[in-house]
């Protein structure tokens, strides 16, 4: 697929400008103020990073770095909240057993969490010559389908792939479905948001609608924004890196099928998904954004705070949903079982 070699041959480019990060876990529950928001408990566990005003309920009008007293990100003024559902280990005997997570490469002693891109400009545009433009307060989206479970469903999401770790470092090749073997190193889900925003509206009911994907190619090909969605933002990537690792010991299914299931009862991987709410202080995500900066290399040049890995790892949230997700479970929480297909499939 002619992106993923694109996405490969932008970070192989040293000076392209693209601002990475790690935030360290804030909390494992379920809640999900976005797409289900005062539900308690949400129906399925994610995984949360980002500022500790994180909540079942979060109005759109809330001031999350007033409200917030840290941020798991490195970035000391990004109070946004960042997170995606988790994994679980199905055994043969059709226990569940929830998967670790670690933290990405240069962030190994991070607890957790993932790593947070905001890729500024196109490849062929490596100087931060164009304008990328910062998200708002209130501003939040979603990416992805939680009821898909084939490869059609999964196509009009054009960047949502895991890659299946023979190192800690491989980046490539990226598939669409769960891995179909075992990964030596761990699991790594890569969920690229849309980059095209309507310039108006901060949500919108599906959560998607505002944004959209270049009308051709990519944001990494450069493609063009639609009339629909003229505004360029940054392309917000997550890296998630599952330790798969101490399954690769226990049964495997004997048909070759994968055993992880996300939380949600996904057992095919098509049904991949983020969610994404805006909270940087005041104009600090733009200042970082019109700076052409790489990486850890030069980012801080920009004038952005920054802090270090062990406060990022302090700052942590009490769960508000008491419940046993890590033990071995004879359900997901909220009572998911593993689905291989639809029902009529
Ligand atoms: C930041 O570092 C990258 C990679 O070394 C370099 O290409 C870029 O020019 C630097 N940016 C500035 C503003 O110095
Ligand atoms: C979450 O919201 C509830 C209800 O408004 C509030 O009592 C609680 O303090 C909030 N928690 C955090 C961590 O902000
Ligand atoms: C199911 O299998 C797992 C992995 O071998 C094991 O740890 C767990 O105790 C088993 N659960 C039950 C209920 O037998």
Known sequence: MQWTTLFTLALAAPSSALVRFHCSQLVTERLDPLVQPGEVPSTHVHQIVGGNAFNATMDPKMDMPGESTCTSCQFSDDFSNYWTAVLYFRAQNGSYKRVPQLGNNQFRTANGGLTVYYMQDAIYDQQQLSKVTA????FRMFIGDVNARSLEEAARFRQLTYTCLDTFVTRSPETIAFPNRKCKEGIMTSLRFPTCWD????????????????ETGTFESGGPCPATHPVRTAQVMFEVVWDTKPFNDLEWPADGSNPFVWSFGDATGYANHADYVFGWKDDSLQQILDYPCHFMTNCSESGAKMQSVEAMNKCTQQVMVEEDIDSWLPALPGGYQAEYAHPSM
């Open 135 to 138: 998200f708002q307060p209130g």
């Open 199 to 214: 310039g108006k509206n901060l949500d919108s009911p599906n959560h998607m609608d505002h944004m959209s994907y270049p």
